[in-house]
Nanobody, 120 residues
């Protein structure tokens, strides 16, 4: 019913920037919260940033002031601008969308993951 496609990961030096994108397609009626999570090797998946419809953004303390989440409702897309990247930001990043379909189903949808590696 719904597909999510992520893009924008890669290898960057410390202090560099990357922008992740996540676009949803399918029988989408509306999307409430859009967010980004990450999972580093050997660690639990953690929330990076979340942006509810009409609500205020929520950032992990470790990324405040460096990362910015934004959304384009016309494209069913969410973005994560990551600046001043640090080696500890290295992880697989997943987008997460709270989607309501035209049939009324509510789907907790995940992207396929994008590897972000910060290394000199």
């Amino acid at each position: 019913q719904v597909q999510l496609v992520e893009s924008g990961g890669g290898l960057v030096h410390p202090g560099g920037s990357l922008r992740l994108s996540c676009a949803a397609s399918g029988r989408i009626f509306s999307i409430n919260t859009m967010g980004w999570y990450r999972q580093a090797p050997g660690k639990e998946r953690e929330l990076v940033a979340a942006l509810p419809t009409g609500g205020s953004t929520n950032y992990a303390d470790s990324v405040k002031g460096r990362f910015t989440i934004s959304r384009d409702n016309s494209k069913n897309a969410v973005y994560l601008q990551m600046n001043s990247l640090k080696p500890e930001d290295t992880a697989v990043y997943y987008c997460n969308l709270d989607i309501r379909t035209w049939s009324g189903a509510i789907l907790d949808s995940w992207g396929q993951g994008a590897q972000v590696t910060v290394s000199s």
